[in-house]
Antibody, heavy 120, light 107 residues
């Protein structure tokens, strides 16, 4: 069955780094653009980043640009989010999400999320 | 950045009633608007894509309409499992943006 499973979340001090992973299964990962979306505690959804299927195109939200890096390993069907210089406002549940078709289409498959807490 | 405004913030209704949720974009997003449902502790679920198309497995009581800047999600007759938060999202421009959500709770 089509599935996304995130991992790598945890508690980290401000200014430190963390890498999130999203393992995909049940579909041809290498043919889909992939996204990260986050949700701060008690807040709404915020789109974070996207990477095209072939890594030729990448976009970031302004709030993370220059600090976060999205990447993927198609041989492992895995999406990554490298987060540097973490701040308190980065505290959130991070979801990976697959678009329906085109790489910026609506998200029809979501992972269960991984929680990141930035705190000293 | 496209700003999406959702109204009302909270909608208090009883099972069986009709729910009408609104999403307004700060500029035209054509028909590139989706609706998601989220329950506590769960990931969002896609309901409607491209303004009016139901996603796979979504019941017919959910319908979407609109284009340009004004969009509506209608739940024709609320079931107990429909009480949740609903978000709209546009995919017309980078960055992709979500609305702040409408909470549908039990009256």
């Amino acid at each position: 069955q089509v599935q996304l499973v995130e991992s790598g979340g945890g508690v980290v001090q401000p200014g430190r780094s963390l890498r999130l992973s999203c393992a995909a299964s049940g579909f041809f990962f290498s043919t889909y653009g992939m996204h990260w979306v986050r949700q701060a505690p008690g807040k709404g959804l915020e789109w974070v980043a996207v990477i095209s299927f072939d890594v030729s195109d990448i976009h970031y939200a302004d709030s993370v640009k220059g600090r976060f890096t999205i990447s993927r390993d198609n041989s492992k069907s895995t999406l990554y989010l490298h987060m540097n210089s973490l701040r308190g406002e980065d505290t959130a549940v991070y979801y990976c999400a697959r678009p329906r078709g085109g790489w910026y289409d609506a998200f029809d498959i979501w992972g269960q999320g991984t929680k990141v807490t930035v705190s000293s | 950045e496209i700003v999406l405004t959702q109204s009302p913030a909270t909608l208090s209704l009883s099972p069986g009633e009709r729910a009408t949720l609104s999403c307004r974009a700060s500029q035209s997003v054509s028909s590139y608007l989706a609706w998601y449902q989220q329950k506590p502790g769960q990931a969002p679920r896609l309901l409607i894509y491209d303004a009016s198309n139901r996603a796979t497995g979504i019941p017919a009581r959910f319908s979407g309409s609109g284009s340009g800047t004004d969009f509506t999600l209608t739940i024709s007759s609320l079931e107990p499992e429909d009480f949740a938060v609903y978000y709209c999202q546009q995919r017309s421009y980078w960055p992709l943006t979500f609305g702040p959500g409408t909470k549908v709770d039990i009256k």
